[in-house]
């Protein structure tokens, strides 16, 4: 009996380590396959690599997906630069503007990010920002000390509290790749390697197109109108503690560098607008916004259009290449450029 249990204890830790090998080597080679959608994966690496690098821009736009898709930096004049991350917010904001401070100056900066990743509830964080190691290590492990500061787990607030030196930990493990934080999507991301490798790289070749010839700006629904109504009417905004962190730190660099900082709420479709127009969520957004604008004498908060018509919208939260035109010229009209 004792040496039938050491046998298959052996046999356990060695398929394991076969299997975490395995994984591992695969996430090494083909991370577009092994740590989330290759599209994502691609408009990601992309965007990062230009908040990187030398561009000579010094009008910049930060934000989330709708930021990308919502103005077109091509609208606004040359010195426009589009470094939008999708599913972000004011974390991933900070650490964009500066790093592009780095290599850059900067005279202009506008914010296009979502009520609710202000509220801090993006799932994408942690699919986007931390497999794709956006943030270094060290960034990383400043927001776990603000995160045991207010006692809660960043975008996450069902988790944390008694667990979350726990859940610290669990994320690190997929920041590091550790092969079995990947598992549960290692055979999806198989068949797609194996399968899928001509459609990936013709979805590589039209995102990267998309994104180097309009400076950051992409469409991501591809419809020619939309009506599906998002708003919870009864719903309370509170944004997130360790957002508006980073926003305190946004406003600290943009002081630093004598950049104006202008925020802009994306535009929604008409049928979403009807349930937020005079609702209890509309008129605790305008009090934070109002709040903000006495808080910081450096922001601006532009009043651009709060909807637009459901035929200028690609699906429930972004617009279509319609919606680009006429929200960017709207944009364009209230900067005065």
């Not at 590091?176 to 934080?181: D, E, K, L």
């Not at 957002?243 to 600290?252: A, G, P, S, V």
């Not at 910081?296 to 009043?303: A, E, H």
Request: glycine letters at 6%; aromatic letters at 14%.
């Amino acid at each position: 009996m004792k040496q039938f249990l050491l046998k298959t204890t052996r046999y356990l830790l060695v398929t394991v380590l076969l299997s975490g090998i395995i994984i591992g080597g695969f996430i090494s080679r083909k991370p577009e396959f092994f740590l989330g959608p290759a599209v994502d994966y691609f408009q990601c690496q992309y965007q990062y690599g230009q908040i990187n690098k030398k561009t000579g821009f010094t009008s910049i736009i930060i934000g989330d997906s709708r930021g990308n898709a919502s103005i077109n930096p091509r609208q606004l004049g040359e010195k426009w630069i589009n470094l939008s991350i999708p599913g972000s917010d004011f974390f991933e904001g900070y650490i964009t503007l500066k790093r592009y401070l780095q290599h850059n100056k900067v005279d202009t900066l506008v914010m296009v990010y979502g009520m609710s990743y202000i509220s801090e509830y993006s799932r994408w964080f942690n699919l986007r920002t931390i497999p794709y190691r956006f943030i270094s290590y060290g960034e990383l492990k400043e927001l776990e000390q603000l995160e045991r500061k207010y006692n809660y787990l960043f975008h996450n607030r069902a988790a944390g509290h008694a667990t979350l030196r726990y859940d610290q930990f669990v994320r690190e493990l997929k920041y590091w790749h550790s092969p079995f934080s990947y598992r549960e999507t290692f055979l999806d991301g198989l068949n797609n390697c194996c399968f899928s490798q001509k459609k990936t790289a013709r979805d590589k070749q039209r995102v990267i197109a998309q994104l180097s010839e309009y400076r950051g700006y992409t469409n991501f629904g591809g419809a020619d109108s939309n009506n599906t109504d998002v708003i919870d009417a009864k719903l309370r905004f509170e944004p997130g503690q360790i957002n508006q962190h980073y926003l305190e730190q946004i406003m600290r660099l943009a002081e630093a560098n004598d950049i104006a900082v202008y925020l802009v709420n994306p535009p929604m479709n008409q049928a979403s607008f009807n349930t937020y127009n005079k609702s209890l969520y509309e008129s605790t957004i305008n009090q934070f916004l109002e709040g903000l604008q006495k808080k910081y004498s450096r922001l601006c908060v532009l009043q651009t259009e709060v909807w637009l018509p459901n035929t200028m919208f690609g699906d429930q939260l972004h617009v279509n290449k319609r919606g680009t035109s006429s929200f960017s010229a709207n944009v364009r009209a209230r900067l005065g450029r």
